[in-house]
């Protein structure tokens, strides 16, 4: 029996990286998956795989960076699946912009992925998630716990992330747990995208363990605060980060 046996979770940015990983586990628990992305070659082969392994998913093409299109991913859902037990608000946008070439564009894409399509996603689907005595998880980052680690745009919108987890909490209390996990240097394609490993800067030397992570390492810790075994643990950002001292 697995631990998300009859659950439905959505999971935006589950094209790659650690919300792929995610995907995967949760399915592997008995979860009905939602994934999402703009890609849809990629959304497709974790679908795929899922259901090759047994698994039950769907895939929901939607860039949400363009506001417009976060209603197809609740449209989609509750069309299938009928409703929502977990959200995992995961999709992000990197920017490595200063401010002085920041443009409002780009500016407004960042915070639309990050944080707003995040808030609009939870709105559409608290009644779900309230009458399902559901869970939230919001993915931030170590750059929303200190401003060393992340260019402005990244930094200030994982703050949001930390922020919006703590209000979120209180305004879906009691039904609905709302927690977010704080990741360190996870080994992903955005991290890739920054300049691997070597773009880590201090962190893997102020780490006790020396090392970055795998995806799969976030997908348990998502898994557990998905689960009635974070019963008593709410409005919480879990650093799993190494235990990099910031
Ligand atoms: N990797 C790290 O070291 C690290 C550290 C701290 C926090 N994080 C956070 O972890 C989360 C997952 O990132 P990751 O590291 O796993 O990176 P990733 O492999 O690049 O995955 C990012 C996911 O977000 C989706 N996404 C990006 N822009 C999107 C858009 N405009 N519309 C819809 N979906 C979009 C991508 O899907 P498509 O490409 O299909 O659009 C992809 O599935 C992000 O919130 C990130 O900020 C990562």
């Known amino acids: 029996m697995g631990q998300l046996d009859g659950k439905v979770a959505v999971i935006t940015g589950s094209t790659s990286g650690m919300g792929r990983d995610t995907a995967y586990l949760f399915a592997k628990e008995g979860a009905k998956v939602v994934v ?12 795929d795989k899922i259901k090759a392994d047994g698994g039950e ?11 417009s299109q976060v209603d197809r991913v609740y449209e989609t859902t509750m069309a299938t699946y009928g409703t929502c037990d ?3 608000n995961n999709a992000g ?5 200063p401010i002085q070439q920041m443009t409002l564009e ?5 915070f639309n ?3 707003t399509s995040a808030m609009l996603l939870t709105q559409k689907f608290e009644p779900e998630l309230k009458k399902n ?7 931030a980052s170590v750059a929303g716990c200190a401003s060393h680690w992340g260019p402005i745009a990244y930094c200030t919108s994982k703050h949001a992330m930390v922020g919006m987890t703590e209000a979120m909490a209180r305004e879906l209390g009691p039904e609905v747990h709302v ?3 704080c990741p360190g240097a996870i080994r992903t394609a955005m991290l890739d995208s920054a300049g691997g490993e070597a773009a880590c800067g201090g962190m893997i030397e102020m780490s006790p363990l020396k090392r970055i992570a795998d995806g799969s390492e976030i997908a348990t810790a998502a898994l557990f605060l998905a689960t009635d075994a974070s019963s008593f643990i709410d409005g919480q950002l879990i650093r799993v980060d190494g235990g990099v001292d910031c």
Request: hydrophobic fraction near 50%.
């Open 179 to 181: 927690n977010g996990i």
């Open 106 to 110: 780009e500016w407004t894409a960042v």
């Open 86 to 88: 977990i959200l995992m």
């Open 113 to 115: 992925v990050n944080v």
């Open 133 to 139: 005595h559901g869970h939230v998880v919001n993915i």
């Open 93 to 97: 946008k990197l920017s490595v912009t």
């Open 36 to 47: 999402t992305g703009r890609n849809e070659e990629r959304a497709k082969a974790v679908v």
């Open 57 to 67: 998913a769907i895939y929901v093409i939607a860039d949400t960076s363009d506001l």
